[in-house]
C-alpha cells in the first residue's frame, strides 16, 4: 500500500531553513503529481507547493513563493521542501500527500 514518511521537522528561529524530506513507497513515485500541505494549530489544512512527475510544472501558495523550494528525486522516491527564511506563521505539521494518502507529517516550530 501506499507509504509516506516526512522527515526533518524541527525548532528553528525565524529567518532560519530546514529541508523536510517524504520517502514514499507502494506506488510508481516517478509517475506521481505530488503535494506538500501543512496544518496550523486552530487552522485547517493549507496546501502549500505542487510538483509534477517530471518536476517541470511546480506551484506554491502565495504565502510562501520565494521562500520555499520543492524538488523531488525519483531514483530515491524522495520528495523535499527547502523552507527558507522561515516565519513564526510557517509553525505547522508539513504533510507529503499523493492523491488521497497522507503521510504522518513532521512537526515544523519556528519560535524566538
Known amino acids: 500500500q501506499v507509504q509516506l514518511v516526512e522527515s526533518g521537522g524541527g525548532l528553528v528561529q525565524p529567518g532560519g531553513s530546514l529541508r523536510l524530506s517524504c520517502t514514499a513507497s507502494g506506488f510508481t513515485f516517478s509517475s506521481a503529481t505530488m503535494n506538500w500541505y501543512r496544518q496550523a494549530p486552530g487552522k485547517e489544512r493549507e496546501w502549500v507547493a505542487r510538483i509534477n512527475n517530471v518536476g517541470r510544472i511546480i506551484n506554491y501558495v502565495d504565502s510562501v513563493k520565494g521562500r520555499f523550494t520543492i524538488s523531488r528525486d525519483n531514483a530515491k522516491k524522495t520528495l523535499y521542501l527547502q523552507m527558507n527564511s522561515l516565519k513564526l506563521e510557517d509553525t505547522a505539521v508539513y504533510y507529503c500527500?499523493?492523491?488521497?494518502?497522507w503521510g504522518q507529517g513532521t512537526q515544523v516550530t519556528v519560535s524566538s
Open positions: 500527500v499523493y492523491g488521497g494518502s
